[in-house]
């Protein structure tokens, strides 16, 4: 005979279960080379099967053409997906979006942190700095603080709804590796995500670049020397945080 306590538990434990392809997105891996693709051009898994919950490139959608597909795109090496196709899924609210080549998109996954930092609003589950009034940093992190209370997924959860994710929706034309960003949480990530995308810069933009440089050269007698823009300033002061409700 099952006792009180044990049912109690086994109740909470089913609520906090996570759907297979909550569970697959978060921790599938993307951008590798594809196994049985690799020797082909563009094998990259950039795509995620809502159905078979795994991540696969774009020489496996043929296979997959009936299925519910996800896009995931990459900046400074890791996984984003547009808030507009993610808030179709699930409930994104608190969930902090930022703005990428101008398209709101959401971190899969927290991403780990040089040092600690002190602000009176920061991620409930890893303690990055937040915007208000924003409590998570990525969908994996709001995942992971609901589950850790126990509460009930499928409250946030929406019916998959395949005419929003259809073969024909994806733009599999190269712009998956995103290159701009205009909100970041602070002023020390802006540093970093700068420096990084200007390691990554495609190559036309390098062309583009080195040929203004030459035409500058002959109008002025010192060479051009790009410097580091800040995108933003570090916000100030920010009030304490509402509980998350």
Not at 180 to 206: K, R, Y
Request: contains cysteine.
């Amino acid at each position: 005979m099952v006792r009180e306590g044990e049912e109690e538990e086994e109740m909470m434990m089913m609520v906090a279960t996570k759907p297979a392809w909550l569970e697959g997105l978060m921790a599938e891996t993307f951008f590798a080379s594809c196994g049985i693709h690799e020797t082909r051009r563009k094998s990259e898994k950039n795509v995620f099967c809502l159905l078979c919950c795994l991540s696969v490139c774009p020489h496996c959608l043929p296979s997959h053409r009936s299925h519910p597909l996800l896009q995931v795109r990459r900046y400074v090496y890791h996984d984003v997906v547009r808030l507009s196709d993610l808030e179709k899924l699930i409930d994104c609210s608190y969930v902090q979006p930022y703005t990428i080549n101008g398209a709101k998109v959401i971190f899969i996954n927290q991403r780990p942190q040089s040092r600690a930092k002190v602000s009176s609003n920061v991620c409930f589950t890893c303690d990055r700095i937040l915007q208000e009034p924003f409590h998570f940093c990525s969908l994996s992190c709001k995942v992971d603080y609901l589950s850790y209370q126990g509460d009930d997924l499928s409250s946030i959860l929406y019916r998959i709804d395949e005419s929003d994710f259809t073969f024909e929706g994806l733009r599999m034309d190269g712009q998956d590796h995103l290159e701009e960003i205009s909100t970041m949480e602070d002023s020390e990530d802006m540093m970093v995500a700068i420096s990084d995308q200007s390691e990554q810069g495609n190559n036309s933009s390098n062309k583009r670049e080195r040929k203004k440089k030459n035409k500058n050269k002959k109008q002025e007698s010192n060479s051009y020397l790009p410097g580091m823009v800040l995108l933003g300033n570090r916000r100030k002061g920010a009030p304490h945080r509402a509980p998350f409700s």
